[in-house]
């Protein structure tokens, strides 16, 4: 293997390493459940480890095209850093689908305004098993109430309205700088990146398996390090 910056020539020579360190007539073992769970049954068959490697071959050859950008600095004897966790948040909140209204912050202020409305509503007859028609009479006591405010008293809701307008599109601006921020890394800066994710992702699919002894396949693609369109798998 001393001629492998022959990419991709140097496929074949590794493929007929591996299966010289591991041949296809291996006898794997064979377990029965998984996870904490999991028990030694027998060992395969000549037919079952011939059926199991059947695709090998193949599978090896995608996995090197697959980490093409790492074989080759590894080659050329370039230093890479070790894969590392990646800074990321298990969950956020989605944000919200639009800002308030002035009209969302009275009614989210003044809740006697709703209390009343059911009072009278209930009195007529009229509850909570007719959401659509209750919810019908909130909003014309709604729209009375507003329209009894004086013009400064409405001018408070609708400039606290702006004032979040304001707020959300910073969220949204400085959002938005960071995504042409990580979309404009180099293509080294993208490799490690994506070097870093493979390893959070596999880790972390890893400990969830051992804790809950169940399976899971994932799949995620995108551009890789060398900018070549590629799946993870």
């Avoid at 990419?7 to 996870?35: C, M, Q, T, W």
């Avoid at 002894?213 to 995108?222: A, C, I, N, W």
Wanted: aromatic share 8%; charged share 35%.
């Amino acid at each position: 293997m001393q001629n492998l910056h022959r990419f991709p020539n140097y496929k074949a020579e590794i493929v007929a390493e591996f299966e010289h360190h591991f041949p296809r007539d291996y006898l794997a073992k064979v377990f029965e459940g998984s996870g904490r769970k999991k028990k030694y049954l027998r060992n395969e068959t000549p037919e079952e480890a011939q059926e199991r490697t059947a695709r090998r071959e193949t599978q090896l050859r995608t996995w090197l095209d697959n980490h093409k950008g790492r074989l080759v600095q590894a080659m050329k004897g370039e230093k890479q850093p070790l894969p590392k966790f990646l800074d990321i948040q298990a969950y956020h909140e989605a944000p919200a689908a639009r800002t308030r209204s002035a009209r969302d912050i009275f009614i989210s202020e003044n809740g006697q305004v709703r209390q009343e409305s059911d009072r009278l509503a209930t009195k007529d007859g009229v509850n909570s098993s007719n959401l659509a028609k209750l919810q019908a009479r909130r909003n014309k006591v709604y729209t009375k109430a507003i329209a009894e405010l004086l013009p400064d008293e409405w001018r408070v809701y609708f400039d606290r309205s702006e004032q979040e307008k304001v707020v959300k599109k910073a969220e949204r601006d400085i959002a938005r700088t960071k995504t042409k921020a990580a979309e404009s890394l180099s293509l080294p800066e993208r490799a490690k990146l994506l070097t870093d994710l493979e390893f959070t992702v596999e880790k972390t699919i890893a400990e969830w398996l051992s804790q809950t002894g169940t399976e899971m396949v994932l799949m995620f693609g995108g551009e890789d390090g060398a900018g070549e369109i590629r799946k993870w798998l």
